[in-house]
């Protein structure tokens, strides 16, 4: 049995900036890391069958891994994706994720559907972060936006 | 911060039964939000501003390990709260010493 998340997260920006906040290599650092010394890397090859890698953690012994293969690429509106995830002590764990970015009246309404969590327990565990990564990605979306209306 | 105010967020954090809950756990050793969650059988975002909370009293670090974060008690702990329950049960003991030898004079006296 499968154990799926879903989260929605409205944000005032068009579709195209939520998008692109999502994926750039060069926001990754702000949308993951806890401190100024973390390490982060972000490669991504965006179109259908291209990988994204993402790496980061607080040192190298602690990395956390994805390595996702793009399954559709809509931009600004579709992106999904099957990911694995690496973590520092060797265990994988493999996902899906599916986010639609849906525009009206100047905001952008998100919403992410993580499916293939084994167990409850690891689903929460990944449910009790991503709202953090969202809060961190609407910041990161607001830099963008007034720095496009300037 | 001025030492009242680290006392009372120590005091106002441990002052909820779920956030004492959430630091016994802890002592066992560390744990994700969702083993935190599960046996005090409230909602992940619930612990999660409880856990917050502990987190600016110092009394709990958190680490983020990918997309999860993993809880442990903070490495200061409890060491201020600890020093002023000392520091006022010793003054409370010097008081009650004085109380005592004060009675029993004054029982020696009456029977004198």
């Known amino acids: 049995m499968s154990h799926d998340l879903r989260l929605e997260r409205t944000f005032d920006a068009g579709p195209d900036v939520v998008f692109d906040a999502f994926l750039d290599p060069g926001a990754q650092r702000a949308l993951l890391a806890d401190g100024p010394d973390w390490i982060v890397e972000s490669e991504v090859d965006l179109r259908v069958g291209g990988t994204w890698t993402l790496v980061w953690g607080s040192s190298r012994d602690k990395l956390f891994r994805e390595v996702a293969v793009f399954s559709e690429v809509d931009r600004p509106s579709r992106l999904a994706y099957a990911v694995t995830a690496t973590f520092a002590d060797g265990r994988t764990l493999e996902t899906e994720i599916e986010i639609t970015f849906e525009g009206k009246d100047g905001q952008t309404n998100m919403t992410l559907v993580q499916t293939g969590f084994p167990s409850a327990a690891i689903r929460d565990d990944f449910k009790g972060d991503w709202p953090n990564f969202l809060k961190r990605l609407e910041h990161v979306v607001m830099e963008r936006a007034a720095a496009g209306a300037a | ?112």
Not at chain 2, 17 to 25: A, G, K, Q, V, Y
Not at chain 2, 78 to 86: H, P, Q, S
């Open chain 2, 1 to 112: 911060m001025v030492q009242s105010q680290v006392l009372d967020r120590t005091f106002s954090a441990l002052s909820d039964p779920t956030r004492r809950d959430i630091l016994d756990r802890l002592a066992a050793g560390p744990a994700s939000i969702s083993e935190l969650a599960r046996p005090i059988g409230i909602s992940l975002p619930g612990v999660m501003k409880h856990v917050h909370i502990l987190e600016e009293a110092n009394l709990v670090v958190t680490e983020k390990l990918g997309r999860t974060r993993e809880c442990r008690l903070g490495p200061e702990q409890m060491a201020d709260a600890t020093r002023w329950i000392e520091r006022h049960r010793r003054q409370w003991e010097r008081r009650l010493d004085r109380l005592e030898t004060y009675v029993e004079r004054r029982q020696k006296g009456v029977r004198a």
